[in-house]
T-cell receptor
Framework: QKEVEQNSGPLSVPEGAIASLNCTYSDRVSQSFFWYRQYSGKSPELIMSIYSNGDKEDGRFTAQLNKASQYVSLLIRDSQPSDSATYLCAVNSGAGSYQLTFGKGTKLSVIP | GAGVSQSPRYKVAKRGQDVALRCDPI?????LFWYQQALGQGPEFLTY????????KSGLPSDRFFAERPEGSVSTLKIQRTQQEDSAVYLCASRLGGVYEQYFGPGTRLTVT
């Protein structure tokens, strides 16, 4: 059973702080990793993808991947109230299967 | 360009009724996925199409669930004899060939009463 684990939160951070969201996965052969943002009542929106070990930065977002530890994280710098949402970690194991396995999501609240 | 579209956005069905949910993927996206999202949970995979071929249906929860994509574009997810446990948001996602990113539609919220 492929599993993706996230702390459900809620995670509360003050406006302007760094929010750190974490995710672990069980399938060692997983090859691609994604972070989706989901506002209440809306569908998931892709914000970051990462495929190799290390950091990937896009604006205020940084994704970090450590395949040896089976760990992927998302940092949000200068957090804004508009970042308040549920963040879903998703993993694809490759090997011809393109389905995504999602965690339950971490709810982030950015306090003005 | 237009994103993934789904219809209807909301559907209320009485227990035992059949429902059909439609997905129109991003133009040119060869892969199409259906996911089910229960309240407070992450999406769970149901089935996957590459063009018109259904390559993976391992996530369909029962033989009451059926999906098709006959011309390799629009897809329909059909649920027969709906049960209360089928109440969820049904999400469709599409993917361009050669990349891994999937883009989701707005979803259909199904409520079975």
């Amino acid at each position: 059973q492929k599993e993706v684990e996230q702390n459900s939160g809620p995670l509360s951070v003050p406006e302007g702080a760094i929010a750190s969201l974490n995710c672990t996965y069980s399938d060692r052969v997983s090859q691609s990793f994604f972070w989706y943002r989901q506002y209440s009542g809306k569908s998931p929106e892709l914000i970051m993808s990462i495929y190799s070990n290390g950091d990937k930065e896009d604006g205020r977002f940084t994704a970090q991947l450590n395949k040896a530890s089976q760990y992927v994280s998302l940092l949000i710098r200068d957090s804004q109230p508009s970042d308040s949402a549920t963040y879903l970690c998703a993993v694809n194991s490759g090997a011809g299967s393109y389905q995504l396995t999602f965690g339950k999501g971490t709810k982030l609240s950015v306090i003005p | 360009g237009a994103g993934v579209s789904q219809s209807p956005r909301y559907k209320v069905a009485k227990r035992g009724q059949d429902v059909a949910l439609r997905c129109d993927p991003i133009s040119g996206h060869v892969s199409l996925f259906w996911y089910q999202q229960a309240l407070g949970q992450g999406p769970e995979f149901l089935t996957y199409f590459q063009n018109e071929a259904q390559l993976d249906k391992s996530g369909l929860p029962s033989d009451r669930f059926f999906a098709e994509r006959p011309e390799g574009s629009v897809s329909t997810l059909k649920i027969q004899r709906t049960q209360q446990e089928d109440s969820a948001v049904y999400l469709c996602a599409s993917r361009l060939g050669g990349v891994y990113e999937q883009y989701f539609g707005p979803g259909t919220r199904l409520t079975v009463t």
